[in-house]
């Protein structure tokens, strides 16, 4: 069995580095927010809300695709991510069950609408186009599309 340094840093990193970095890209983006509320007394609105989160998820799911193991299989890595993200969630709306109906909502809908693990891939390198086709998409930069991304979404 040959060992592979970069294979086995993926096994070790690909659940908690996607965990930590979301979090950390969304609270870099809060900075500039916090520069222009004018005291700390004032909540983030709902569009910074829907930004902050949406960050935090995109970073989430991409940086955990880039470090999926080689070695395993898609449908695991599936049952995974669906666990960790039901886990986080839900502890994020236990902990924080005195916020506005409207930013709970926001954090059940946002996770489900960039969740970009679906389907079967012969390798990494599609998988990975595959998850930024998404996200794009997602996002409203895909507004055209062309036969190959229709055979994308039909592939699910």
Known sequence: MKLDIKEIFRWITFIPVPLIAGPL?????????????????TLIDIPTKIILTSTMWIVI??????????????????????????????????????????YQLLEIIIPLSFFSYRGDYPDHETFMRTVNLRIANALGFLREKKNWILWLESSY
Request: glycine share 2%; charged share 15%.
């Open 61 to 102: 799911y991409w940086v955990g695709a880039f470090l999926k193991p080689k070695k395993l299989p898609m449908s695991s890595f599936r049952v995974i991510w669906i666990v960790l993200i039901t886990l986080s969630v839900s502890r994020f709306l236990v902990k924080n069950s005195f916020y506005d109906w409207r």
């Open 25 to 41: 890209a969304a609270a870099l983006l809060v900075i500039p927010f916090l520069l222009y509320i004018p005291s700390f007394e």
